[in-house]
């Protein structure tokens, strides 16, 4: 497969977006040392300093309905915690519905971005990114009450990102295989917990009773009432 390491880049997920509007194969990988526009979820920017972290996108075309893709995320996530507790001992939690702790801070985060078929709903493609802080020692005021790094001992940056491509293109060439759910909620740093979430304009507090099959959180209210929530974002 196809695999680009830039020294600097705007944002790998960015980059990653144009070449498969041109065409782009499945599986290809590009990596940057540093990212100046760094993308998160919600439009949010991701702190990518040079030399410390992983900032890794795969260009994925699998057989997928858009209401399956919370798949990918959901078992990407749990890939990155084996290869993090394989690699290192140490234990990573997932804090739904994609972002990775460890010591209750977030060392890593998923940014998948899917191109659908208007008509069908089918995926023609998956921008899948991966940001994991590595050696990250620095952050930025705002993020430093809950950012983190893995700070490996042994392990360098280059181990660490050859585990995940072999963890993570196995699973890429079906997405079909059962979501790995006991596994994703055994590594939850959620359930079980008070969360506070917002949902049109009004902010919530409940309690994360379980995931779901198709990778929803669903919660219970103060008043008893059950949802679930499908997407966005809780705080714990
Ligand atoms: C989040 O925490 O909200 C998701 C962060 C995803 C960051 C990665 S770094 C590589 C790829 N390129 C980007 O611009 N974002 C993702």
Not at 25 to 53: D, N
Not at 80 to 108: A, G, H, S
Not at 181 to 186: A, C, G, I, M
């Amino acid at each position: 497969v196809p695999i680009e390491v830039h020294q600097q880049i705007d944002s790998t997920n960015t980059e990653a977006k144009k070449q498969a509007m041109n065409g782009a194969p499945h599986g290809t990988v590009i990596l940057a040392e540093e990212q100046t526009a760094g993308r998160g979820r919600l439009g949010r920017t991701f702190y990518s300093p040079k030399g410390t972290g992983i900032y890794m996108s795969m260009i994925l075309r699998p057989n997928l309905h858009l209401s399956q893709s919370i798949h990918v995320t959901t078992s990407v996530a749990v890939a990155i915690c084996q290869v993090i507790e394989r690699l290192t001992n140490q234990k990573p939690q997932i804090k739904w519905v994609n972002d990775i702790y460890l010591n209750q801070q977030k060392i890593c985060g998923i940014l998948t971005e899917a191109v659908t078929d208007f008509e069908s709903g089918n995926v023609e493609y998956l921008i899948l990114g991966i940001g994991l802080n590595v050696h990250t020692k620095h952050f930025p005021v705002e993020l430093q009450a809950i950012a983190g790094s893995l700070n490996p001992e042994v392990v360098t940056r280059n181990q660490i990102c050859a585990h995940l491509l072999n963890e993570i293109f196995p699973l890429c060439e079906d997405f079909s295989h059962p979501f790995l759910l006991d596994e994703y909620k055994s590594r939850s740093n959620v359930l079980g917990k008070w969360i506070t979430f917002m949902q049109n304009q009004q902010r919530y507090e409940a309690l994360a009773e379980d995931i779901d099959a198709q990778g929803g959180l669903k919660v219970r209210l103060k008043s008893g009432e059950q949802m679930t929530l499908n997407s966005g974002e809780i705080s714990i």
